[in-house]
């Protein structure tokens, strides 16, 4: 398995743009997570899924950000329309089931918007 | 509602030196507790878990349910230890599976 994969790799936007962030989750795992890291504020969990379903989306900072998960191997954050202080990099997580709680992470999508 | 403290947002040392990167949670059940790293410009990788009870790159860490403390430590620093270091608490899969993660530690290790 390539583990879980994230796209872009680096996004960089203007004010008030539209970004769109994807993530594909390990094979299997039916919890996904994403998460913002920002030297301030360190790692934040936004929201996560079980089974394609939001359970918890209270780290979602405003309105202007959403999630979703179409299906088991697929899921979006979007961002409308995009601030500066939106620039972060933005993780997606997954994990299975089965054994600990351990989770797996994307390699990350680092956003910047001017 | 669960917490995850790392006191230090930086810790340098010369490399050989003893490292302990300090962890305090504060969680009323049976928690279980991780340590992630970062280095540089990659992801978030599992280090290792308490319930392992293993040492992984030279690294331990040691649950204390009395101190609510989860410090992570190596005898001798390499400089490739540098990177951002992450505590993680999971409260269980009634709680929803989900990880709090501390504010993270950066360590340098200085030749």
């Known amino acids: 398995d390539a583990g879980v994969i994230q796209s872009p790799r680096h996004e960089v936007t203007e004010m008030g743009q539209e970004v769109t962030l994807r993530c594909k989750p390990i094979?299997?795992?039916?919890?996904l997570f994403w998460y913002r890291q920002t030297m301030m504020r360190g790692l934040e969990l936004l929201i996560y899924?079980?089974?394609?379903?939001?359970?918890?989306d209270s780290g979602m900072p405003e309105d202007r950000f959403s999630a979703k998960m179409p299906n088991a191997s697929f899921s979006t954050l979007k961002i409308q329309p995009s601030e500066p202080r939106d620039s972060a990099v933005y993780f997606c997580?997954?994990?299975?089931?089965?054994?600990?709680?351990?989770?797996?992470f994307g390699p990350g999508t680092r956003l910047t918007v001017t | 509602a669960q917490r995850v403290t790392q006191p230090e947002k930086l810790l340098s040392v010369f490399k050989g030196a003893p490292v302990e990167l300090k962890c305090n949670y504060s969680?009323?059940?049976?928690?279980?507790l991780f340590w992630y790293v970062q280095y540089s410009r990659q992801r978030l990788q599992l280090l290792l878990r308490h319930i392992s009870r293993e040492s992984i790159k030279g690294f331990t860490a040691d649950l204390n349910k009395g101190e609510t403390s989860f410090h992570l430590k190596k005898p001798f620093a390499q400089e490739e230890d540098s990177a951002m270091y992450y505590c993680?608490?999971?409260?269980?899969?009634?709680?929803?599976?989900?990880?709090?993660f501390g504010g993270g530690t950066r360590l340098m290790v200085k030749p």
């Open positions: 993680a608490l999971s409260t269980g899969r009634r709680a929803g599976n989900m990880l709090t």
């Open positions: 094979s299997g795992h039916d919890y």
């Open positions: 969680y009323s059940g049976s928690p279980e």
């Open positions: 997580a997954s994990r299975g089931t089965s054994g600990s709680n351990e989770q797996y």
């Open positions: 899924f079980n089974n394609n379903v939001p359970i918890d």
